[in-house]
């Protein structure tokens, strides 16, 4: 098992900076929206958000700040699996690579 400062040292700045970025985000959008007036706010789709952002459209920094808030526990298991197989702690890498196994098949199916 790997030591636990090791692992809180590679987990911890993952969720703290993720939930920060993506809270900055969203209260950008949310600032813009609100200096812009009544417009109508829908999600933006992910391949339009870079040239949104440009353009300094709210719903683009929400969508993004969203989209990072749902992927930062994902990275946080991306972190731990770096951490398990750095340790050799095969019993963990397992556990982390079915996690990321049924993330990913949920993430198909539901396109299904």
Do not use: N, Y
Not at 1 to 16: A, D, F, K, Y
Not at 34 to 49: N, R, W, Y
Request: net charge negative; with cysteine.
């Amino acid at each position: 098992m790997p030591s636990q400062s090791t692992l809180c040292g590679v987990v911890q700045p993952i969720l703290h900076w993720g939930m920060v970025l993506s809270l900055v985000l969203m209260f950008f959008g949310l600032s813009l929206g609100m200096i812009a007036g009544g417009q109508e706010v829908s999600v933006v789709p992910l391949e339009d958000i870079p040239g949104k952002m440009l353009e300094l459209d709210p719903a683009a920094f929400l969508t993004l700040g969203i989209v990072l808030l749902i992927a930062t526990p994902l990275a946080r298991v991306f972190g731990s699996l770096f951490v398990f197989i750095w340790e050799g702690d095969r019993k963990f890498v397992l556990v982390s690579l079915v996690v990321l196994l049924m993330v990913a098949l949920a993430v198909v199916l539901g396109e299904v």
